[in-house]
């Protein structure tokens, strides 16, 4: 089992950056892929970024790349997303998430991973 408890949502206006952040505990977090997903309102959830277990790949969706990166601390048990130039259709609730892939696959579709947070509100205003 993993819990993943994610934090640095805010309100920021569009052109700013926020830095989430989910921490993990439980199985051994360097086995585990990690991805970033959001869920706007009256959408469904969307895959944003992910990460392998080692942090030596990665992939982002079109609509964040340049602009949002997604890194890991395995010491720390924690992933990371910087998300810079922020804009308002960037907003929503963001998800963090973990997959059982101990090799260097970075899954992107949702039924891939395995443990979910419960979210982290991310607005941007106009």
């Known amino acids: 089992q993993v819990q993943l408890v994610e934090s640095g949502g805010g309100l920021v206006q569009a052109g700013g950056s926020l830095r989430l952040s989910c921490a993990a505990s439980?199985?051994?977090?360097?086995?585990?892929?990690m991805g970033w997903f959001r869920q706007a309102p009256g959408k469904e959830r969307e895959f944003v970024a992910a990460?392998?277990?080692?942090?030596?790949?990665?992939y982002y969706a079109d609509s964040v790349k340049g602009r949002f990166t997604i890194s890991r601390d395995n010491a720390k048990n924690t992933v990371y997303l910087q998300m810079n130039s922020l804009k308002p259709e960037d907003t929503g609730v963001y998800y963090c998430?973990?997959?059982?892939?101990?090799?260097?696959?970075?899954?992107?579709?949702?039924?891939?991973?395995?443990?979910w947070g419960q979210g982290t509100q991310v607005t941007v205003s106009s």
């Open positions: 439980g199985r051994t977090f360097s086995s585990y892929a």
């Open positions: 998430a973990a997959g059982y892939h101990p090799g260097g696959f970075v899954p992107q579709s949702f039924a891939e991973y395995n443990y």
């Open positions: 990460i392998s277990w080692s942090g030596g790949h990665t």
